[in-house]
């Protein structure tokens, strides 16, 4: 099924630290799984609620990352550095 498909480079990529990638490609199984198998299939329903945990997790994430920014930007780091702390976050 192309939803799962979609749905595991979602995980890879998230543990890569492509987030934005990795939502996308959450989206794209959730709209795979709706397209073929219909909007009240289980699948789909599961499909949707991964793509909302992955959401708040990952802005969570950035969210962490920022405050690290800004504390680091209060003690003289430059926050262009942003991109390099959102790489490096941890995702627990």
């Given at each position: 099924?192309?939803?799962i498909?979609?749905?595991?480079?979602?995980?890879?990529?998230e543990?890569?630290?492509?987030y934005?990638?990795?939502?996308?490609?959450?989206?794209?199984a959730a709209?795979?799984?709706?397209?073929?198998?219909?909007e009240?299939?289980?699948?789909?329903?599961?499909?949707?609620?991964?793509l909302?945990?992955?959401?708040?997790?990952?802005?969570?994430?950035?969210?962490?990352?920022?405050?690290?920014?800004?504390d680091?930007?209060?003690k003289?780091?430059?926050?262009?550095?942003?991109?390099?702390?959102?790489?490096?976050s941890?995702?627990?």
């Amino acid at each position: 099924m192309l939803c799962i498909a979609y749905h595991n480079i979602a995980v890879e990529q998230e543990f890569l630290k492509q987030y934005q990638a990795s939502l996308n490609s959450y989206a794209k199984a959730a709209q795979s799984a709706a397209k073929y198998l219909g909007e009240l299939h289980p699948m789909t329903q599961n499909m949707n609620e991964v793509l909302t945990q992955a959401t708040k997790k990952i802005a969570g994430i950035i969210q962490k990352t920022m405050a690290k920014g800004a504390d680091r930007y209060r003690k003289g780091m430059p926050m262009t550095e942003l991109e390099s702390l959102i790489k490096s976050s941890d995702l627990e």
